[in-house]
């Protein structure tokens, strides 16, 4: 392969543009539509709305195992802070997990288990002020 020097550098041939020579700068077709089509109604987002709402319904079976496993662990729980008075100390962390159960309560939408949840929190409510007026 011959190396010429004396010809000179010019750009390669690419595509040509249709209508003619590039105009300086950007050019907007003048065919061009000059508004944008309707959308099509937004029909397709209606079964996701109905999934996040179902998501947001807490199922009432769900409601009561819950309640009743923090109806639980509050039962548990002032059990631990008898054993630690009756030794002469109750343990610093269990005030705050008593009053962590405590916010934690909602009904249950069945009578029986609200009535025995309520008497439960009613004593969590008295065991924490107790520990609140001994400080």
């Known amino acids: 392969m011959k190396i010429e020097s004396g010809r000179p550098v010019t750009s390669a041939s690419g595509a040509k543009r249709a209508g003619g020579a590039a105009a300086p700068g950007f050019a907007p077709a003048m065919d061009a539509p000059q508004r944008a089509a309707a959308t099509a109604a937004t029909q397709a987002l209606t079964p996701l709305d109905a999934l996040l709402a179902l998501q ?80």
């Open 56 to 135: 947001g319904v807490d199922d009432p079976a769900a409601r009561r195992a819950r309640q009743a496993r923090r109806g639980q662990a509050a039962l548990d729980a002032l059990e631990e802070l008898e054993a630690g008075l009756l030794l002469g100390r109750a343990p610093g962390a269990l005030k705050g997990q008593l009053e962590a159960l405590r916010r934690e309560a909602e009904a249950t939408g069945e009578p029986e288990l609200d009535a025995v949840l309520l008497e439960i929190d009613i004593r969590v409510a008295v065991e924490l002020a107790k520990l609140e007026r001994a400080r």
